[in-house]
């Protein structure tokens, strides 16, 4: 193999491995939960586009489907689907305790109008289908947002 | 034959009373005092204990309080006992815990590291 075909072929991978490195993160979401005195909260984090419409399921904290009728929202949305959330599903979380996904999202969910919501239930309390809904956008990395009722704080860092 | 029926009749009777006397002797009052033949079966209906066949609230899980009617919550009840939930809410299976499997290809996520979680 000659000098310059082995150069044409480094380029050419090279080309190919470059963006699709460029094309996602690793994003850390975190989630506080406030002291409500109760067990551990099922939460549905997913994403919603501009025009308020489900695109995807980002986790699910909780791992008995039966019980993913009370996250309303992410149900009606979804139907309750669980292949949804297959491979991004975690325990529930307890009251007070912070929970901290690491993912790798594309870099297309910021800066174009995507929301990300957080649907949360605890047993033997209310549902709360609205906890928390921030804009996905590269500014508010690292903002930390007030969630409704069991969430005491809600924040995505790049 | 109606000697025979005589006979029955008799002894029937002479039973009940032998019967009723004993009883009465067995059940008798606490100060000693022989007690009415009525006054026993009154005991005995006072003692049957009150069942009651329709489920309490309290052994229900993951009541809403809001908006749930108690046809749910029954349905989470006939789950619970289940080990395993695959059969529950009409077959709709658990999902596959993080790291056990992909995640979906939604659009959402890159191809780069599997989630990480950390609960403190």
């Known amino acids: ?158 | 034959m109606r000697k025979t029926l005589t006979l029955l009749v008799a002894s029937t009777a002479l039973t009940a009373v032998i019967g009723t006397t004993g009883w009465s002797a067995m059940s008798a009052a606490p100060d000693g005092s022989p007690r009415p033949f009525a006054a026993i079966f009154e005991d005995a209906a006072q003692t049957i204990p009150l069942v009651l066949t329709s489920d309490d609230d309290d052994d229900r899980n993951w009541r809403d309080g809001s908006r749930r009617g108690d046809d749910d919550d029954d349905d989470d009840d006939d789950c619970e006992d289940d080990k395993d939930d695959d059969d529950c809410r009409g077959g709709a299976r658990n999902p596959a815990p993080a790291g056990t499997v992909a995640p979906p290809q939604n659009g959402l996520f890159g191809n780069g590291a599997p989630p990480q979680v950390q609960v403190n």
């Open chain 1, 1 to 158: 193999m000659t000098l310059k075909s082995l150069l044409a072929t480094l380029a050419l991978t090279t080309a190919l491995t470059l963006p699709g490195l460029a094309m996602a993160k690793p994003v850390t979401l975190t989630t506080t939960l406030n002291n409500y005195g109760g067990d551990g909260a099922y939460l549905a984090l997913y994403v919603t586009d501009a025009s308020g419409a489900y695109v995807g399921s980002l986790w699910m904290a909780g791992g008995k489907s039966k019980y993913y009728e009370h996250l309303s929202d992410w149900y009606r949305a979804t139907g309750g689907d669980t292949a949804q959330v297959n491979g991004i599903t975690g325990a529930s979380v307890g009251a007070g305790r912070t929970l901290e996904i690491t993912l790798d999202l594309a870099d297309a969910l910021f800066d174009a109008g995507y929301t990300l919501h957080i649907n949360a239930a605890v047993e033997d309390m209310r549902d709360s289908p609205n906890e928390v809904a921030v804009p996905l956008t590269t500014d508010g990395a690292g903002t930390s947002v007030a969630g409704r009722r069991y969430v005491a704080s809600f924040a995505y860092d790049m």
